[in-house]
């Protein structure tokens, strides 16, 4: 539950990935938002899989970076694969395990909990990541701030998540959701759909 963007699409051409990581990397720097990167050789086929211990194990076959532009979002992830497609660590390890096809993996990140300026910047580095070196970039924002740039929607939108979210943690902890336990999650769902609805927006 939160406003997210998710995305996918692939390099115009592989050999812009460095580029494209020195310049992310320098406006992160200039902002002081952390990096992460990843350098997998593309010369050994992927072979990750993930522990029982939370790690993964092998290799992801993924190159790029990840910043994060506010400590209460979600990494924005841009690593590909050897043949420049978009893809999330959790999305590599899923189509290594055969539970997802590949074209049907997408990168998304939360922006529900950081602020409106936050995910308005995500959106214009995305939009000139499109111009510049993923021109096959597909955007689902679920604020529509991608197709829109309606600010005053987004802040509406987000505010009025983080409510619901806010009375939902408040009716969990003061037990007025009754007992859950043994609840399947549509029954759980139902639940919470009742609280809302009586409580009214």
């Not at 939370?54 to 190159?63: M, S």
């Not at 995910?119 to 197709?147: A, P």
């Not at 979210?165 to 139902?190: C, F, H, N």
Request: hydrophobic share 40%.
């Amino acid at each position: 539950m939160g406003v997210s963007i998710h995305y996918h699409g692939r390099l115009d051409d592989i050999g812009l990935l460095a580029a494209l990581r020195d310049e992310v990397s320098d406006i992160a720097h200039t902002m002081g938002w952390p990096v992460a990167t990843l350098d997998d050789d593309w010369s050994v086929p992927p072979s990750a899989t993930l522990g029982k211990d939370g790690v993964v194990h092998g290799n992801l076959g993924l190159r790029g970076i990840a910043i994060t532009p506010h400590v209460n979002a979600e990494p924005l992830v841009l690593y590909f694969d050897r043949d420049g497609f978009l893809r999330s660590p959790t999305s590599m390890l899923l189509i290594l395990g055969g539970t997802l096809k590949p074209e049907a993996a997408w990168v998304s990140m939360k922006t529900q909990f950081s602020d409106p300026d936050t995910h308005v910047w995500v959106i214009g580095l995305l939009k000139y990541l499109k111009k510049r070196y993923i021109s096959d970039l597909d955007v689902s924002d679920e604020s529509d701030y991608w197709d829109n740039g309606d600010r005053r929607a987004l802040e509406s939108d987000m505010s009025l998540l983080n409510g619901k979210l806010e009375r939902l943690g408040s009716a969990v902890s003061a037990g007025r959701l009754g007992d859950l336990t043994g609840l399947s999650a549509d029954e759980v769902a139902s639940r919470i759909e009742q609280m809302f609805l009586s409580e009214g927006p």
